[in-house]
Each structure stands twice: as C-alpha cells, then as structure tokens.
C-alpha cells in the first residue's frame, strides 16, 4: 500500500504549496490541482481499482484521511488569506477621521445685484410690475420715440454702440419704456432694471453698466406723485431720515426734466467728504413723461399723464457700500466680493 498512497510525501507537497499562496486566486488554483476532480488527491482514489481487492479498503481509509487533511489544510489556508485581504482592504481604505474637512468656499452676491434685489422689494411693495426690457435695440426706440430724433443735440449726451442697419446697443432702460407703452393701455407701473451700454472707458465711467427705469401712466399722476414716490424710495434704501430734492434739468423725453438729490445719510447734510461739503448726493434723473412720447406710443396726452426715472445702479451700490472706485464692480476681483458675503 505504501507504494500508491505515500501520504508524507503528498502532505509535504501541499503544505509547501500552500505556505506560498498569497491570494484566493492562487488559492483556488492550488485546491483543484489536489483536491479537484481531476486533481491529485482523486487520482490516488481511483488509482484504487489497481489495487488488490483486499487491500482496497485500508488504502481508500488512508486517501479520505488525507483529503480529509488537506481540505483543513486548505481551509486554513483559505482563513489567513481572508483575513490578509480584508486587512489590505482595511489598510486601503482606511479614513482619518481626524483630518480636517473640505471646506466649500461661500459665494457673494455682487452689490449690483443686491442693490437691483431691494429695488425691486422697495418698490414692488408700491405696486409696481417688473419689465425686462432688451439690450439690442433699434434706433427708433431708443432715441427717437424718446423725442429724440436723429441731428438732436441730445443724442451728444449718450455716445452709442451702433451695431449695423437700424441697430445699436441700448444706451439708456429707458428705451423700454417705449415698448411697455406700446403694448400696455394704462395704468402703466414699471419697474425695469438691466444693462445699458456706452462708449466710455474712465475711472468713473464703464462701457457697460446697469440701470433701473420706472415708469407710472395714469390719469391724474402730478410731479407730486413722484416726489412722493421717491421720498419713499429714498427713506427705504437710504435710511428714514432721508430727504429728497429736485433740481431742474433736461432730458428730451420728460418735461419738466429734474435731477434728485438725497439728503446726506452720511453726515444728515451738515456736509462731509461723500457729499463733497453739500449736504445732498445726486441719485437719480426723473421727469413728467413728455407729451411727444406719449403721442409716439399712442396714449392721449390729454387723458393721461405719467412720469419716469432713470438710475444708475453702480452709483447707487457706491453710495450704499461706500465703494470708492467703480472700477471694482467689474474686475471680480473675489477679496473685494468676499466682502458682501452674508
Ligand atoms: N435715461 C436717462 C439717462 O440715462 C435717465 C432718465 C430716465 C431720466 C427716466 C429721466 C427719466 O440718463
């Protein structure tokens, strides 16, 4: 029997194979090739039939012991390599759970958006509708509805993108104004606040820049509803002790034509270095909505009356923010948005 069942020699040969075995690939090859049908281990077994029929019995006894020990052999096996793995999977993986997080970095509103934010709260609480108007425009709303035909001499006032044909960038919101009357019988209450362009390049001037125009039309509507209007408007963005002024001036489309000033909320108009020694800061141009663009956009100038106003946000974010230089609006540069961070 020792002749075909040397088990010392067989178990010696599986224990060598399985002291290299490093993962449960080489694991699983290295049981078939002993254990697997045709492996080593069944061989032995079926060599059995070559045996003499007495000695069958004690030679199949000795092979089942040693599947038997090989198969523990093999599970053992089976355990360290399950355990190498995990700990490798452990190792791999392993978090620290005291390293410090990713912080994400909190993004700012730009002033100009904050500031066309509480316009439009301020004065959609007084009813008004929200108009977005275009930044392409043709020459005819932008100029001449406005009362402003070409050879005006106020076309000066407002040096213009010309885009091509009868096109042009809109200098001024209040081109929209002339849609919105087009398109909408009175009463008429609107807010329109977007970019305008103008070829100017300074340290107080930018090509592009933003505007916010209001337009009211009904029957009846004196200067006095709009200087009571921006008493309101100047008290809610500026601070209650706020006053207004209206001073003459001239725009084509209004008559009469004023510019308005606000009370100094920096020094309350004893005079200081923002209110450069006046006591008043200019915000905003205004006036009663000339006859001539009624009458362009079909409204009876004897039923109706209106007026509108026209402002620069920039200025208006400058002022509430004191930002010296408007240059910073534009060059988003993050250590000057940072700080109007909530
Ligand atoms: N559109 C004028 C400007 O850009 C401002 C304005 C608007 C004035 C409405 C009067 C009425 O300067």
């Known amino acids: 029997m020792q002749d075909i069942v040397n088990t010392d020699e067989m178990k010696a040969k599986i224990e060598s194979a399985v002291k290299d075995i490093s993962s449960s690939v080489e694991l699983r090859e290295t049981k078939m090739k002993f254990l697997g049908k045709n492996g080593e281990i069944p061989s032995l077994m079926k060599g059995l039939k070559d045996l003499p029929s007495e000695e069958r019995p004690a030679a199949g006894k000795v092979i089942n012991a040693l599947r038997e020990w090989a198969e523990d052999a093999f599970g053992k096996c089976e355990e360290r390599i399950k355990n190498a793995e995990l700990n490798a999977r452990y190792e791999r993986e392993k978090i620290d759970v005291t390293m410090p997080g990713k912080r994400r970095k909190k993004g700012a509103f730009h002033p100009d958006t904050l500031v066309v934010d509480e316009l439009v709260s301020v004065f959609s609480g007084m009813g008004f509708e929200i108009y977005e108007g275009r930044e392409i425009e043709t020459d005819y709303y932008n100029f001449t509805a406005l009362n402003t035909p070409k050879d005006h001499p106020a076309r000066d006032m407002q ?184």
């Open 159 to 342: 040096d213009t993108f010309y885009l091509g044909g009868d096109f042009l960038l809109r200098t001024q919101t209040s081109a929209g104004q002339v849609h919105v009357m087009e398109n909408k019988k009175p009463p008429i209450k609107i807010l329109s606040p977007g970019k305008v362009y103008r070829p100017d390049d300074d340290a107080t001037h930018s090509p592009m820049f933003s505007q916010m125009e209001g337009l009211v039309v009904d029957r009846g509507i004196t200067l006095c509803d709009l200087k009571g209007m921006l008493d309101e408007f100047a008290r809610k963005i500026f601070g209650s002790g706020v006053k207004t002024r209206l001073r003459p001036s001239y725009f084509p489309f209004t008559e009469p034509s004023v510019e308005v000033d606000v009370s100094c909320f920096e020094c309350g108009g004893k005079g200081c270095k923002l209110c450069k020694g006046t006591g008043w800061i200019e915000v905003l141009g205004a006036g009663m909505v000339n006859r001539a663009v009624l009458e362009n956009c079909g409204i009876d100038p004897d039923e109706y009356t209106g007026f509108a106003f026209g402002m620069g946000i920039e200025r208006i974010a400058m002022l509430k923010y004191g930002i010296n230089n408007m240059k910073l609006l534009f060059e988003g540069d993050v250590r000057f948005g940072k700080q109007f961070r909530e």
